[in-house]
């Protein structure tokens, strides 16, 4: 590894990804070089977040100061960045914890970047992307990372996932379950040994039936154990199944973690290896595995590299959209009417309402999916869209983004429902009401699903107002398009925005 300072290159040749994970906090900056990435710097910070969830799944105020005191130090380093060259990604802890929003929030006044919470499949992909980018393998691969609160799992050839799967098991959880101050017995062991065999009986088969040709461990609990496997001379760099039992025997000679006295073992990890080398025995008895590589590349590592591909202009959520299309039949050809008026709406809206290309993404990729749901039933499309979107694994868009997708198709036709949106941290609540606005009209305008009915549109937005300019004899010619236009000024109200239509007349029922 180089050891440079950020600053020792221009910010605009550097890439920065942060890993807010469940044991500690990871920041990692690159640059990009000929297509590949160079490895610059490097933090961590042990934070333990996960310790600080109870059973309610409220996050404790120690440990949010715990990781806003991180926050605070990786911002110093992270300070000369422009925002779009950093990504911060948190993994189970905060998409467990129900109060998460309360420290996304506080972390806004210290941590100038946005953090996104990514689903558990969603981490299982980067890691598995980080492995595939690091090291070449011509085979299928099981990629297997051990985190603080949850367990990642993923086969995959070359850079194609083919299954992935996150586990409710950690090894900050399991010690602070299972192995409470450091305590070790045989009967703590095989309870959390339990636990994680109940926890991969959902997968074991499908894993199994899918099958893989090497076995790859990434991340801090797998690494300690190759390193303690190395360090007995039990094999250099391989971790056997007959490896792990032995290191279950000797860690049952002793009833303290702290009093663990193994070659390979760091003070920082003593509590950490009895519930780490349980979550990883009952991996590899469930899923048949005989022998591990250790690969020193991870979920950042794959963020990097996913920074890298959208630099270049290749976004892994284009082909998930893509996957969505095929596999729900969608009307492309509607799918692009409505997408041709929603990017005419979105150019002309910008000087006043200033929403993001960002947005202007998320828009037309909503147009692709909204009526995803007619796999189901015409009646309530929204509603089955939105379903849909909201419980599917959506490779590239991290949980917020999913929601925003979610709630535009939700909310697409019919009435719109303020209470029912729940706040968004990455996104402004009134930018998502804007970009709503525009959605709807696009879907309205083309209801017809005919080349031949608009005229060449125009808009002018205001602040928390919308001006449509539509030929008087249109709305003569299209008196159901109308009617609904007079229909869609009322709906828009519940959210603050009025749409104005000159030469439309207004509607004097309420809704």
Known sequence: MTHLTPNALSAAELIAAV???????????????????????????????????DEQQMLSDEAMQRGLAVLRQFADTLKDMPPQSVRVIATYTLRRAKNSARFLQQAQDVFPFPIEVIAGQEEARLIYQGVAHFETYTGQRLVIDIGG????????????????????????????????????????????????????????TGYKNTGWQQAVGTSGTIKTIKDIVSGLGWHPHVIKLEHLEKLQQLLLEVELCDALNLPGLTEDRKQLLAPGLAILLASFRMLGIDEMVYVDAALREGVLYEMSDRLQHQDIRQHTIQSLIKRYVVDAEQAGRVSQTVQTLWAQTQTQWQLSAEWGQLLQFACYVYEIGLQINSSSVQRHSAYILNNSNL?????????????????????????????????????????????????????????????????????????????????QQHTVLAADLRSEQQFIKRVGLSLICPGLPELTDEI
């Not at 500690?24 to 900056?29: C, K």
């Not at 000929?34 to 969830?53: P, S, T, Y």
């Not at 086969?155 to 450091?182: H, W």
Request: glycine residues 4%.
């Open 395 to 475: 490779p590239g868009f991290n949980q917020e983004q999913q929601r925003v997708l979610a709630s535009l198709v939700r909310y697409h036709r019919r009435k719109i429902k303020p209470d029912d949106i729940t706040p968004f941290y990455l996104y402004r609540q009134s930018d998502f009401y804007y970009a709503l606005s525009l959605f709807r009209l696009a879907i309205l305008l083309n209801q017809k699903r005919r080349e031949d009915i608009l005229p060449e549109l125009q808009v002018h937005a205001a602040a928390q107002q919308l001006t449509l300019l539509m030929p008087d004899s249109w709305y």
């Open 19 to 53: 890993d807010l994970g469940s044991n500690s906090f990871h920041l990692v900056i690159a640059r990009i070089v000929d297509g590949a990435l160079q490895l610059l710097h490097r933090e961590k910070q042990k934070v333990q977040l996960a310790d600080g969830l």
């Open 149 to 204: 609160g949850s367990t990642e799992f993923a086969i995959g050839v070359d850079f194609q996932p083919l299954k992935l799967a996150s586990r409710n098991m950690g090894c900050v959880s399991f010690a602070k379950f299972y192995f409470p101050r450091g305590r070790i017995s045989p009967k703590r062991f095989e309870r959390a040994l339990m636990h994680a065999e109940q926890e991969l009986e959902n997968i074991y």
